[in-house]
Nanobody
Framework: QVQLVESGGGLVQAGGSLRLSCAAS????????VGWFRQAPGKEREFVAT????????YYADSVKGRFTISRDNAKNAVDLQMNNLKPEDTAVYYC??????????????WGQGTQVTVSS
């Protein structure tokens, strides 16, 4: 079992930046792909970004490409999501998840509790 905890969410103005972190405990997730997903009120959970176990492959949703960067440090058992030029439509609860490299939520076995990101216009 691996437990995931997200941090770094908050309130920011449009155009600002936030850095989310996903920390693992229980066991290392250095052999897992780690993804970030988000869910806005009344909407389905959607893919944001994912990174392979060694960081060699990354994928992004079109809506965040060029603005968000996913990275990982397996020595620290952590994955970060740097979010720049934030827009009001980025407002959501952001979740990290560990599992297979995929844009689909069901490929991930372990999920964090989420962290709220709110972007004001």
């Amino acid at each position: 079992q691996v437990q995931l905890v997200e941090s770094g969410g908050g309130l920011v103005q449009a155009g600002g930046s936030l850095r989310l972190s996903c920390a693992a405990s229980g066991r290392t997730f250095s052999t897992d792909a780690v993804g970030w997903f988000r869910q806005a009120p009344g909407k389905e959970r959607e893919f944001v970004a994912t990174i392979s176990w060694n960081g060699g492959s990354t994928y992004y949703a079109d809506s965040v490409k060029g603005r968000f960067t996913i990275s990982r440090d397996n020595a620290k058992n952590a994955v970060d999501l740097q979010m720049n030029n934030l827009k009001p439509e980025d407002t959501a609860v952001y979740y990290c998840a560990a599992g297979q490299l995929s844009m689909r939520p069901r490929a991930y076995d372990y999920w964090g509790q989420g962290t709220q990101v709110t972007v004001s216009s």
